[in-house]
Structure formats: structure tokens, C-alpha cells
């Protein structure tokens, strides 16, 4: 029993162990997680929303992480089931061209990006107006808009950000300069009128350099 195991293992051609251990080791990953994993209707974004409680970026972490395993199993299981077609062995007469792959393909491939595009946006747009959290709000403050201070009178004066503090001010390793030029000029042109109980920044301007450059991203995985 065990000589047939053994002889039936070392038929199985490399190739295969090397598409199929990955996925196996992969979804062994995301097994263990989920298993001992929050849930998020107990402690992700909804069940913050319906106890009016406070949402912190851990319980985004905990609702996208749930959700995005579960995701991965399934995208495990259709690359697995893909495995036969995947490993065979090509024939001498293969070539890029009569596979599709060569320049014939860009339609294809096009048609595939725009779709991963889209749904990435439909995904991301959502929060783009969300607010600022630590990081954000120092880099806002400090490095592209500027913040509301009290002078030694006690009266509230706006003191503006300047593109010396954009490009050189580093107090604290968080000022990445070249997000903070292009957010800079995405939130060029916001009027908050000089009213202190007015937001004096727009979360949507700030955020589209990276909205932006995430979805640039995405057919660059292709």
C-alpha cells in the first residue's frame, strides 16, 4: 500500500507540485485565520454602526480581513480547479501567438483591466470622504493645508502650510513629499472661507492623488 502511494507520488510531474503546494499552503493560511478569526457582525464596521459606537481602523482591518479570505478561498479553489489545463505539458508546436498571448491578446487583457478597475473603485470611492485619521490628520496639518491655532491673544488664527513644509518639513517620518505635492495641488482651490467651524480641508481632494494612483496599479498586477 504504502510502495503504490510512493510510486503514484513520484508520477506526479513537478510541475504540478509546484502549482498545487502554493495553493494548498495558501488556503491552509486562510483556514487557520478564519478560524480563530473576529467576526465582523460582532466586531467589524456594523456592529460598531449598530451599537453607535466609535469605528477605528481596526474594525475595517477585521470586517475586510473576514471577508477578503473568505474571497481568497474562492479565487484557491478556481485556480485549482484550473490545475489540469494549467500543468500539461505544451507541445513542441506551441507558441505565444496561436495561444492568444502575444499582441492579439491586448483587447482581452483591456477588457480584463477595465473590469478590475472598476470594481476597485466601486470598492474604494466609498470611503474616499471619510475622515482623517492619525497619520492623515498630521500630514493635513503639517505638511499640505495647515490647522487652526490660538495666538498669545487667545484668538483663533489659520496658520497655512507652505511648500517649504511640503517639500523639507520632516519632523516625524510622515511626510512621503511626493504624496503630499500631488495632494497638495488636488486640494488646491477648497475654499473654507476663513470660518473656524468650518472644515478647513476636503477628505476627497486629499485622498484622489492615491484613489488614483491605486487604481493606475491594479493592471499593473496583469
Known amino acids: 500500500m504504502i510502495s503504490r502511494a510512493s510510486a503514484a507520488l513520484r508520477r506526479i510531474p513537478a510541475r504540478a507540485w509546484l502549482y498545487f503546494v502554493p495553493l494548498a499552503g495558501a488556503a491552509m493560511g486562510l483556514v487557520t485565520y478564519l478560524a480563530d478569526a473576529p467576526l465582523p457582525w460582532e466586531e467589524g464596521v456594523a456592529a460598531r454602526e449598530a451599537a453607535g459606537k466609535a469605528i477605528k481602523p481596526i474594525h475595517f482591518g477585521i470586517t475586510g480581513l473576514w471577508y477578503g479570505a473568505w474571497g481568497g478561498l474562492v479565487l484557491l479553489a478556481m485556480v485549482a480547479a484550473l490545475g489540469p489545463l494549467a500543468t500539461r505539458k505544451l507541445s513542441p508546436a506551441f507558441s505565444r501567438r496561436s495561444a492568444g498571448l ?121
Open 102 to 222: 502575444g499582441r492579439q491578446s491586448a483587447p482581452t487583457f483591456a477588457v480584463f483591466a477595465l473590469g478590475a478597475i472598476a470594481i476597485a473603485a466601486f470598492e474604494m470611492a466609498p470611503r474616499l470622504d471619510s475622515s482623517l485619521w492619525g497619520d492623515e490628520d498630521y500630514t493635513v496639518r503639517r505638511s499640505i493645508v495647515g490647522q487652526w491655532e490660538r495666538n498669545a491673544e487667545d484668538e483663533l488664527w489659520f496658520r497655512e502650510t507652505t511648500w517649504w513644509d511640503t517639500l523639507f518639513a520632516y519632523r516625524t517620518p510622515n511626510n512621503h513629499v511626493l504624496f503630499s505635492i500631488l495632494a497638495r495641488l488636488s486640494h488646491g482651490g477648497y475654499d473654507h472661507g476663513g470660518a473656524p467651524e468650518k472644515l478647513h480641508f476636503d477628505e476627497t481632494r486629499l485622498r484622489l492623488p492615491a484613489f488614483l494612483f491605486g487604481l493606475a496599479a491594479v493592471p499593473m498586477l496583469g
